[in-house]
């Protein structure tokens, strides 16, 4: 786990630079403009403070060492996505967030100003100083408890400013809806896509490495960061599958992937290839004992 605050203070030299906070948790910024995408600060994906998903590592900072934001992005209401710690936090600030349709009643409940929250239908745009932040089509389902699956909404995102353009997954299934965001928004410098936390059977609503390559590959461009993995165990395969797993895939079909280290900022345009630092933590004892059961 790297510390990202001395480069945070730096401005990025080609414009574009994204650090890795964990899960689906990244600090993007586009020609100075900053966006926190999915920010989970908390200990546990899970309702319950004592119980449910605990994260393997701690995240590289603390909420209150991020700096000052412009935007942030919130793609759906699941826990792992939607931190209710991280949220309390959020409500103190006068941050903007854009959000899905109807997540912005679970932020009012938690202290955040109606003002502060704006809520995106698919094709809906907001713009963030000169960026514009545009909701696009997902596979996915949502809800936090019992009677509330699928009363708010879910979402993709495009980020874009007229010199860099960048795609969030959020959480999805593979859908032929990538092709269209591809063929509608054109090239793209960065597309960050879920692998973990999958099962064969999952498939209408989580990618996988398999079906996040196919998913890339549809959108049609990109260098492709894989997200939504080595953080919490939501699955039944052991936390490096999914990276392990596209380090075979992305070598055989000459994919440009990058899988920054937990809190190392990078300029996806100055990476050359991926970095396999999983295996590193994998053959040390000490992560032995943080690698979830399978």
Same mark, same amino acid.
């Given at each position: ?14 414009? +574009? ?5 964990? &899960? ?5 910024? #586009? ?11 908390? /200990?546990?994906?899970? @309702? ?31 826990? /792992? ?11 103190? !600030?006068?941050?903007?967030? *854009?959000?899905?349709?109807? #997540?912005?009643? &679970? ?23 000169? +960026?514009?932040?545009? =909701? %696009? @089509?997902?596979? &996915?389902?949502?809800?936090? $408890?019992?009677?509330?699956?699928? %009363? %708010?909404?879910?979402?993709?995102? *495009? ?6 353009? #960048?795609?969030? !997954? ?28 999958? &099962? ?21 461009? $990109? %260098?492709?960061? @894989? ?18 797993? +596209?380090?075979? +895939? ?13 809190? =190392?900022?990078?300029? @996806? ?5 991926? /970095? ?6 994998? /053959? ?11």
């Amino acid at each position: 786990v790297l510390d990202p605050r001395p480069t945070w203070q730096t401005r990025a030299e080609t414009g +574009l630079r994204v650090t890795w906070l964990g &899960h689906s948790t990244l600090l993007l910024e #586009v020609d100075g403009v900053k966006v926190l995408t999915d920010p989970v600060f908390g /200990d546990r994906a899970s @309702p319950l403070g004592f119980a449910g998903p605990k994260r393997f590592h701690k995240t590289p900072v603390r909420f209150d060492e991020l700096p000052e934001l412009d935007a942030v992005l919130i793609s759906h209401d699941h826990y /792992d996505h939607l931190c209710l710690p991280t949220m309390t936090e959020l409500a103190k !600030s006068k941050v903007p967030i *854009v959000t899905s349709l109807g #997540v912005g009643a &679970h932020l009012e409940s938690w202290g955040v100003a109606a003002e502060r929250i704006t809520e995106l239908d698919w094709g809906d745009v907001a713009t963030v100083k000169d +960026l514009r932040l545009t =909701a %696009t @089509p997902a596979q &996915h389902f949502s809800g936090r $408890g019992v009677g509330d699956r699928n %009363t %708010t909404s879910w979402a993709s995102f *495009v980020l874009e400013n007229g010199k860099h353009r #960048v795609f969030f !997954s959020g959480d999805t299934g593979l859908t032929e809806e990538f092709r269209d965001i591809g063929q509608r928004f054109g090239k793209f410098d960065l597309a960050m896509f879920e692998v973990g936390a999958f &099962h064969e059977k999952w498939g209408d609503i989580h990618l996988g490495p398999h079906n996040a390559l196919k998913a890339w590959e549809l959108l049609g461009s $990109g %260098t492709f960061l @894989p997200i939504h993995w080595g953080t919490f165990n939501l699955a039944l395969h052991a936390w490096d599958e999914p990276a392990e797993t +596209l380090a075979s +895939l992305v070598q055989e079909r000459g994919v440009p992937m990058v899988t920054p280290r937990l809190g =190392a900022p990078i300029e @996806p345009s100055r990476v050359e290839r991926f /970095d396999p630092w999983w295996r590193e933590v994998a /053959d040390s004892s000490a992560a032995k004992r943080l690698v979830p059961a399978t």
